[in-house]
């Protein structure tokens, strides 16, 4: 296990920077540029005949991070397994897993190889230096930390409560007391980052038309079927890869409301299950996010 040598630390597909890895090998970084907000991309366009310009709401520009850093070793077999490691962070053109952990909270970015990684021994042969950048089409980091919250629909006390000291109260202006609630059919998700948060929703069956709705702006999400007892319904709200699957299967065309929202940076959003009928419940996963 790498022991950090100093914070942020930095993590790609095994390989570790701001740390003495498991081969005695210390990964220093000289200069970053990970914690650079993406720029914002201005959606403009000149008036023809008049001053200034036609305006669109503008979106966060891609996420590029440059990484320098040097790496000292214990010889020239330790030189050459430190090599190959940071070689084998990038074994393909795909997609890797970006960490950065300042010692707070570790925060994750999809990001692929941008530039040639560079190597450079000097008189050393045990120390070199290092150079790379990442490119992640989505500039949000989210936290390592996976959130979740879940509720069945409401659920309310039946009859009067006479066991627990209720019943009915004239003296405290408690009256009529008919027991406890069992299940508000809600749930609250936080988001504590600065960037805006996507939830993953899932409908677990039985369930005979189920509804989520937004209780702070009443946009809502609905299911146009009926649920079995071991059916679940996934909904990815992410603009980027949003989807609607039963089981595994596509059904977005079974959404008879589709008023996606997401958690507001540094807010918090009430959700509510509602459906026709059955027993099954609603959760959520989400991670905070921010730039």
Known sequence: MPAVLTYPTYSINGWNAGVLDDNNAMWGVSSQDALNMPAPRMRTSPKPYADGSFRAPSFRDSRTVTLTGWCAT?????????????????????????TMDDGVAARTVLVELASEVKIAFGGNPYLFQWQFSVWAADGRYLDANVQTAVTSLPIFGNGLDWSTGGGLDWSTGGGLNWGSVSSSGSFVMQNTGTAQSWPVFTFAGPLTLPVLTNTGTGAQIAYADTLGASDNVVIVTDPEIRSVALNGSDRFTLLSAAQWFSIPPGGSVTVSLAASGGSGTLSASWQNASW
Do not use: E, K, M, N
Not at 75 to 97: H, N
């Open 74 to 98: 214990q010889g020239r077999v330790t030189a050459r397994q430190a090599r190959d490691l940071i070689a084998r962070a990038f074994p393909d053109g795909g997609q890797q897993l970006f």
